[in-house]
C-alpha cells in the first residue's frame, strides 16, 4: 500500500501536523507499507532546521527526521511556498529537499491513499 500526506498547517499552530507525522510513522512501520510526505504552505516550516521548541513540547524536527530515515528521499517541501515564506534551501533538514507542484500530482497518482492534514 502506498500512502501520500500532505500537509499544510504551521508545525505549531495546533496539533494536525503533529498528528499527520505520528500517523506516517506509525503507518512506516507496518510491513509492504511505502510511505511519502509533502509540505505546503505553512507546513514547510516543519523542515527548517534548529528547531527550538519550548522543554516538553514536541519536536517536529525531530519526528520528521525519524521518518526521513525510514522513508529516504521522500519528503518533499514546496518550493514555491518556500519561496514566498523567504525560506532557503540551506535552510531545509537533511533528508528533504525542495519540491514542485508536478512532483505533488505524480505523487498523487502513485499513491493509493492521500492523507491531507
Not at 499527520?20 to 505553512?42: K, T, W
Not at 525531530?62 to 530515515?69: D, E, N, W, Y
Amino acid at each position: 500500500m502506498r500512502t501520500l500526506f500532505i500537509l499544510n498547517d504551521a508545525p505549531y499552530g495546533d496539533e494536525r501536523p503533529y498528528n499527520a507525522l505520528r500517523l506516517a510513522q506509525a503507518v512506516s512501520h507496518e510491513p509492504e507499507q511505502e510511505i511519502r510526505v509533502f509540505l505546503m504552505g505553512d507546513a514547510v516550516f516543519i523542515a527548517k532546521r534548529n528547531q527550538k521548541p519550548p522543554n516538553g513540547f514536541y519536536n517536529l524536527q525531530v519526528m520528521l527526521g525519524k521518518i526521513i530515515r525510514l522513508a529516504p528521499e521522500r519528503v518533499d517541501v514546496c518550493g514555491v511556498c518556500m519561496d514566498a515564506r523567504g525560506m532557503a534551501d540551506e535552510e531545509l533538514i537533511p533528508g528533504t529537499q525542495r519540491g514542485t507542484i508536478e512532483k505533488l500530482a505524480y505523487w498523487t497518482n502513485w499513491a493509493d491513499t492521500v492523507l491531507t492534514f
